[in-house]
């Protein structure tokens, strides 16, 4: 069974940085993308950074240039955000195939 637990969210003012991780349980985590997804109130979840298993990466445009996503040999996936917005605000989800973690809250303050 694949499990994907986040965690490294938080409460920071704009413009600071946060960096959260994704241990992923998995023999075949070598072998898949991994995305992060994030969720604000009221609002439908979407689509924030992906890696593949040889390490290309796609972001949302709303993201680029801001933050980074990696991936260690750990079983492990980060995303590195910089330059926090308030509209950053989310429960922040990582991905594998069909599998989604229990998500980590990222609240930014003005």
């Known amino acids: 069974q694949v499990q994907l637990v986040e965690s490294g969210g938080g409460l920071v003012q704009a413009g600071g940085s946060l960096r959260l991780s994704c241990v992923v349980s998995?023999?075949?985590?070598?072998?898949?993308?991994i995305a992060w997804y994030r969720q604000a109130p009221g609002k439908q979840r979407e689509f924030v950074a992906v890696i593949s298993r040889i390490g290309n990466t796609n972001y949302a445009d709303s993201v680029k240039g801001r933050f980074t996503i990696s991936r260690s040999n750990a079983n492990t996936v980060y995303l590195q955000m910089n330059s926090l917005k308030p509209e950053d605000t989310a429960v922040y989800y990582c991905?594998?195939?069909?599998?989604w973690g229990r998500g980590t809250q990222v609240t930014v303050s003005s």
């Open positions: 991905k594998l195939q069909d599998y």
């Open positions: 998995t023999s075949t985590f070598s072998l898949n993308a």
